[in-house]
């Protein structure tokens, strides 16, 4: 014997459903205002590299090799 009868059973799998197609759509337009934020940066000449690019001064350029570095796993010095 069934718990939920025929027409509670269908509304459980349209709730279900409506649910899912949300979520498909939710990230759909996620992926969308993506590509529009790249196209738009695209159109306006700019890199599409999302990093600071950020430029050393002369002072700071010639400190760079006596400045202290951190060792981590990831990095080796010889």
Do not use: H, W
């Amino acid at each position: 014997m069934n718990a939920l009868g025929d027409g509670e059973e269908e509304e459980v799998e349209s709730i279900i459903l409506l649910i899912l197609e949300g979520m498909l759509y939710t990230v759909g337009s996620i992926f969308f205002a993506i590509a529009a934020f790249f196209m738009y940066r695209c159109y306006k000449g700019e890199s599409l590299s999302l990093s600071a690019e950020t430029e050393l001064s002369a002072k700071e350029f010639e400190m760079r090799p006596t400045q202290k570095m951190s060792i981590t796993p990831d990095e080796f010095r010889t």
